[in-house]
């Protein structure tokens, strides 16, 4: 079973239930246990042609109207149910980059004590980051205790810690302010809750009025406003961190920041239906906005730290994060595709508390459940 939506319309949504396909030699079948949902998959789905999101589990057209259906990435737990992968044992459990399925099928290899690439043909050319599985009973981040905080905020805050260490890496750009959109996703929250630990700059947080409470209860930015209040802070040297892939949102914060604005990255797309991840029509005052791709900076610090320690430097940080969200997240656990679909729209249409993780399983369940 996949869900799957419309690539050029993100609101479509269909049910794909088909029997599996039998295993080709070296190759395993992957039980989705669960998986995550958040607005960080929005923004895959936003950027799924423009960083090829789409590609890593591509769905068929449909064979009347040509509709180009995709199947969103989610990060979650599977189980190997059927292998003809020598090294690869029937009930082992991994962690990593799967389809919002009941299971997905890999042809593993490169295998070490942590885990296996999947090295299908349509994924060689894509991230390596984003191919790689980790055995749960091999990851040092993994708690049994924590297997809901780990599904859902892992992936993001490793997003938000390589996005702190790219401006870390830059000086921040001498900045004294620090603009983040979408202040109550949960990639902003933890790229402001690194920023403060490291005293780095004045943190404005950019929202909307109705999760202005929420972001302003969290403690972690210096400043909340709303969208349309972006002309109330008084401009200084800034940082510009997009994650709301907003182009009104964006034209407003460059137009008022202006020659103060020292760089402008572009990391996600929340607000999916504002034209996110388009060119401007017009050009912009101050810097051009660059689309940041966690890879690059995760591959630089990879060869220079080394596995070993970036590994450390990763869990030291999440550790102190985890234990702070547990102040405010609560889970939803979504069961079949009726709910999954429903907190998809939810998150879609930026309806979702903030303070929710959503938690989904197919497994077990038909297409009617």
Same mark, same amino acid.
């Given at each position: 079973?996949?869900? =799957? ?6 609101? &479509? ?10 295993? *080709? ?17 929005? *923004?895959?789905?936003?950027?799924? @042609? ?23 990435? $989610? ?34 290899? &490169? ?6 690439? @999947? ?44 996005? @702190? @260490? ?29 920023? &403060? ?26 400043? $909340? ?15 510009? $961190? ?21 760089? *402008?990255?572009? $990391? ?16 912009? +005052? ?8 966690? +890879? ?15 590994? %450390? ?5 999440? *550790? ?20 999954? =679909? ?24 038909? %297409?009617?459940?």
């Amino acid at each position: 079973m996949d869900i =799957e939506v419309d690539r050029s319309h993100l609101e &479509r949504v269909q049910v794909r239930d088909e029997a599996p396909t039998p295993l *080709s030699d070296g190759a395993a079948r992957i039980e989705v246990e669960q998986f995550a949902l958040s607005a960080n998959n929005i *923004s895959y789905a936003a950027f799924g @042609d423009l960083l090829r999101y789409w590609e890593f589990f591509p769905a068929p057209a449909d064979p009347d109207d040509g509709t180009p259906w995709g199947r969103i990435p $989610v990060w979650g737990h599977g189980r190997v149910v059927e292998s003809r992968c020598d090294e690869l044992a029937v009930g082992r459990r991994v962690f990593g980059y799967l389809p919002m399925s009941s299971d997905v099928t890999f042809t593993p290899g &490169r295998f070490d004590e942590r885990g296996f690439t @999947d090295l299908a043909a349509h994924r060689s050319a894509m991230a390596a980051a984003y191919n790689r599985y980790v055995f749960v009973d091999a990851d040092p981040s993994y708690r049994a205790d924590r297997e809901g905080h780990h599904l859902l905020l892992y992936p993001l805050f490793f997003t938000a810690f390589v996005v @702190d @260490d790219f401006l870390a890496d830059n000086d921040d750009y001498a900045a004294e302010q620090l603009w983040i959109s979408s202040a109550s996703a949960k990639t902003s929250i933890g790229i402001a809750f690194l920023a &403060r630990e490291r005293k780095a700059a004045s943190i404005v947080g950019l929202t909307s009025e109705r999760n202005r409470a929420f972001v302003e209860g969290l403690g972690i930015y210096d400043r $909340v406003v709303t969208y349309d209040e972006v002309g109330q802070v008084d401009p200084a040297p800034a940082v510009y $961190v997009d994650i709301a892939g907003n182009d009104d949102v964006t034209r407003s914060v460059h137009t008022h920041l202006g020659d103060a604005l020292a760089y *402008s990255m572009r $990391v996600g797309g929340t607000h999916w239906d504002h034209q996110a991840g388009a060119p401007p029509a017009e050009a912009l +005052p101050g810097p051009t906005p660059e689309f940041f791709f966690a +890879p690059n900076q995760l591959a630089k610090r990879s060869h220079e730290w080394g596995q070993d320690e970036l590994d %450390a430097r990763m869990g030291a940080a999440w *550790s102190t994060f985890a234990d702070w969200i547990d102040g405010w997240l609560r889970f939803e656990h979504v069961e079949g595709p009726a709910q999954v =679909e429903a907190a998809y729209r939810s998150l879609l249409t930026n309806e979702a508390d903030p303070a929710t993780g959503h938690l989904c399983t197919l497994v077990g369940l038909d %297409a009617e459940a």
